[in-house]
């Protein structure tokens, strides 16, 4: 059913999607399992998921995740030590509606080809090779063969010049990293003198103007997604309000 989906390169291929489009959920509820679909790329590291949850519940949803595994310490499994894995989750989508699911499916993949691939031979491959030098326009994604998702993410301005940014530049914040209540925040933004998007760390003191909002840019969903900042998930978004809340009267009450 999905083999038309356009897959990356993959390790492994787990296909036992047996729900009829054209039959009642309530007269397939054996098929209504929490693992239906997997596909893993090839490197390993990331993976789409399909599953129905609560799993034999007609009233249920299908649940779409693009999940990172990393190598944790090696566990016992059957008798002998394998490698362990930590999971994250990067993307989460439910539905009932099954162009819904093959959309999010392949928003799932185009996801990973984005984390999987040079940044610069992903815009030859996916974009026509196309610079990412302008602001992407609101309600729109960039052009070309591949439109991402949008991102929800923390956004200032640098209400006074640093050494890399000047005056009023615009910069995307990242969640919370490290424990210093979010005085010192990692940052994509566009330097001075400079069109291409760099990632650094400055202080929050410098930034003012907060707001949420939409991200359309690949360059900045790439390195969010890369380096723990905002995902697709309800929890990223909670964190995300939580936030905003904390910073909107001033940085020094976060």
């Known amino acids: 059913m999905f083999d038309d989906l356009g897959f990356f390169p993959h390790s492994s291929y787990y296909d036992a999607f047996q729900i009829d489009p054209n039959v009642a959920f309530t007269e397939q509820v054996g098929a209504l399992r929490a693992d239906m679909f997997q596909v893993i790329h090839e490197k390993d590291q990331y993976l789409v998921h399909v599953g129905w949850y609560p799993e034999h519940d007609p009233e249920g949803n299908f649940v779409v995740s693009l999940i990172r595994q990393e190598d944790s310490e090696t566990i016992l499994h059957s008798g002998r030590m ?129 707001r949420v909002e939409k991200v359309y840019t690949s360059y900045i969903i790439k390195k969010m997604l890369e380096n723990r900042g905002w995902n697709y998930t309800l929890d990223s978004l909670k964190k995300l309000k939580a936030l905003f809340d904390a910073v909107k009267s001033g940085p020094s009450e976060s």
């Open 82 to 210: 394998v490698p362990g894995y930590e999971e994250e989750v990067l993307y989460f989508r439910a539905t009932r509606d099954f162009a819904e699911l093959r959309g999010f499916m392949q928003e799932g993949i185009d996801l990973i080809n984005l984390l999987t691939t040079d940044y610069i031979e992903w815009k030859k491959k996916f974009r026509d090779g196309e610079e990412e030098e302008g602001e992407e326009k609101e309600g729109k994604s960039e052009k070309g063969s591949v439109s991402l998702p949008y991102l929800w993410c923390l956004v200032g301005n640098v209400v006074e010049g640093t050494n890399v940014f000047s005056l009023d530049t615009k910069v995307y914040c990242f969640p919370v990293l490290w424990g210093d209540g979010y005085k010192d925040i990692k940052v994509i933004g566009r330097p001075r003198g400079s069109k291409k998007l760099v990632m650094t760390i400055v202080a929050s003191k410098h930034i003012t103007n907060w």
